[in-house]
Each structure stands twice: as structure tokens, then as C-alpha cells.
């Protein structure tokens, strides 16, 4: 895991959430990679966004890594990342001080965009985020393992620095300020959001029993996994609204079935940057979905379950020079 210096966030969830040896990691990260390749998965140099889970790697990293694998890195000179505030009360956005050079990782470290993130500070609008917080954090830090296999050991090696922040407790109009603010980042070539989301967090230990019904498409059947099947109704409903890019909608969703969605607040901060950035949707689309308690080895009783699911976001016609960001932070 490294000794702790200043200017670089240590990897604390390296050893648990995921392997600490980078050898035995990268084998994971390949395998995982290489199954989504084996299905057909080819990169896309023109995706935008990501929505990825944050489980341990074992949960989820078969569902990360099917966005990870789709992703065209040689383009890339930017990493914005959004994730929720799990254990600290956080009001609006954080970000990282100047004094933050880099977030390490069993593979190496990732720099930060450390122009971005000065021009992010001067706008007042983002506060402080301690390391100490940062580093507790597991939401952000989930997704950093595939970023550094593919930044850091792919066959193609860009010159890209992380922008990473953490989402509060934000009400619907600071999520649409946020979004107004990010979207000129969202705008400009070789920028990728990547917002870090689990889906419904089901079980007494949740606090949450609720079940749904839907005709979408599901990948659990009734017969031989009802349960998985009802909160994957309930999962479908929300996801298709994010598709929809309905943030209203997904907003009433919420407070109607209180679905333990933990990635709204980024997800809502995404899509009130897409409102901002053009006057018709893009296509955002969930390419992948399962639950911890269906996952293959996992031992009765199964009375909890997590969903994770990722979705992808192509460029569309939303570009803008950087000079549009600058532009925008300053008014």
C-alpha cells in the first residue's frame, strides 16, 4: 500500500476491496478485461462517460469491467471523477487541496489535473476535501484500479491527469448548478466522466425490503430467482430514466420507491450536465447488470444483495475548446 507522504493518496482499500500485489491485480484486471474482449467488446474512442460500480472487485469488477473495456484511452488528457460521500457529511462538491499531487495505486500513481483542479477552486463553488476523507472513501478509489491498468500498462500509454471530487448532500438545485458548471469539462475533446454508482442495496441490513415489477428486459428470471428478479424490476425502472436522461423523472422515481440508488447525486450531477451541453439527448446506455447475492460462489443465505450496473455515453456533438471551460468558471 506505500507509506503515507503528502501529496499522494494512499490506496487504503488495496488489501481488502481489491489485491495489493500488482502482479496478482493486473491478472485480475486482464481476466476481467479480456472476457468483455471475448464477447465482443471493442474500444470506443468516442465515449464521453461511464456510470461504473464500486464494490469489491470480486462484487462488481466482472460489471466495470465491461464500460473499462469499451474505453479508447489514446485520445484521452482527462479523467473527471464523481462518486458519492459514503461516510462523511459533505456539503455540495469536494475536491482534492493543491497539495494533492497524485492518487497511488498497486499499479502506480495517477496524477491530478492539477490546472483543472485550480480552476475549480477559484470558481468558490467546490469545497475543501481533507485527505483523511478522501481516503476513507472507497467510491472513487474502485474505480482507479482499471484506470491505471489501461493509463498505466495498456499498449497505449496518454499523458492523462484525474479530476476527482465527491458528491454531498445536494438538493435538485445544486445538482443543476454542478451540472452547469461541469458541463463545459463534459464539452471538451479528450475528457471522460467516469460517475461511480452502485444500484439498489436491498435486505434488513439495508433498510430497505422494497421490491418492483417492469416489462423491461431483465437478466433474472422470476422462476428461479424471484427476488433478483423483483429489485431488478425496480433497478430497470430507474435505469431506464437515467437512459431517458429524465432527471425529473429519476428525481420522483427516487422519492417514490426510495430506491438505495447511494450514485444518485452524480448520476443527477451527469445529467444536468447533458441538459446543459445540447438541446436533444444522447444515447446513454446500460450495457451491463447483476446482483451480489446471484453471483456464481456466494454462500446461503443470501438475505442482502447489491446490484451493480454500468452504462456508457458516447460523444455525440458536444465538444467545445477549452477555452469555453475557462469562460465558463469566470462569469
Known amino acids: 500500500m506505500g507509506s503515507s507522504r503528502p501529496g499522494v493518496r494512499r490506496p487504503i482499500h488495496a488489501g481488502s476491496w481489491y489485491e495489493d500485489d500488482p502482479d496478482i491485480l493486473r491478472a485480475e484486471l486482464r481476466q476481467m478485461l479480456g472476457a468483455e474482449f471475448a464477447e465482443g467488446a471493442t474500444p470506443d474512442p468516442g465515449l464521453k462517460a461511464v456510470i461504473s460500480p464500486h464494490a469489491g472487485l470480486r462484487y462488481s469488477g466482472s460489471v466495470a469491467a465491461c464500460v473499462f473495456a469499451r474505453l479508447d484511452v489514446s485520445k484521452l488528457s482527462r479523467v473527471v471523477l464523481l462518486g458519492p460521500s459514503h461516510h462523511a457529511r459533505l456539503e455540495g462538491c469536494a475536491i482534492p487541496g493543491p497539495e494533492v499531487a497524485a492518487y497511488r495505486t498497486p499499479l502506480g500513481d495517477l496524477p491530478l489535473d492539477q490546472e483543472t483542479l485550480a480552476a475549480l477552486r477559484e470558481s468558490k463553488e467546490f469545497s475543501h476535501l481533507p485527505m483523511h476523507v478522501d481516503e476513507a472513501e472507497h467510491s472513487v478509489e474502485m474505480q482507479l484500479p482499471f484506470l491505471a491498468e489501461l493509463l498505466l500498462h495498456g499498449p497505449k500509454r496518454p499523458s492523462v491527469g ?154 455525440a456533438k458536444i465538444f467545445h475548446s477549452a477555452r469555453v471551460f475557462a469562460q465558463a468558471l469566470c462569469r
Request: hydrophobic share 35%; with cysteine.
Open 162 to 315: 484525474l479530476v476527482p471530487m465527491l458528491v454531498g448532500q445536494v438538493n435538485a438545485q445544486s445538482e443543476a448548478r454542478y451540472g452547469k458548471l461541469l458541463a463545459p469539462l463534459l464539452q471538451q475533446e479528450g475528457t471522460l466522466f467516469v460517475i461511480s454508482s452502485d444500484f439498489c442495496h436491498w435486505g434488513a441490513q439495508f433498510g430497505y425490503t422494497r421490491v418492483g415489477s417492469t416489462s423491461l428486459a431483465r437478466t433474472y428470471r422470476e422462476g428461479p430467482h424471484p427476488d433478483n428478479a423483483r429489485i431488478e424490476g425496480l433497478d430497470r425502472e430507474g435505469m431506464a430514466l437515467i437512459e431517458q436522461q429524465d432527471a425529473e423523472g429519476f428525481r420522483k422515481y427516487l422519492q417514490r420507491e426510495g430506491n438505495t440508488i447511494c450514485g444518485r447525486h452524480p448520476i443527477l450531477v451527469l445529467l444536468e450536465a447533458l441538459s446543459t451541453c445540447q438541446s436533444s439527448p444522447v444515447a446513454v446506455d446500460f450495457v451491463k447488470y447483476a446482483q451480489s447475492s446471484a453471483l456464481p460462489g456466494m454462500p446461503p443465505p443470501r438475505t442482502a444483495s447489491v446490484s451493480y450496473a454500468c452504462a456508457r455515453l458516447p460523444a
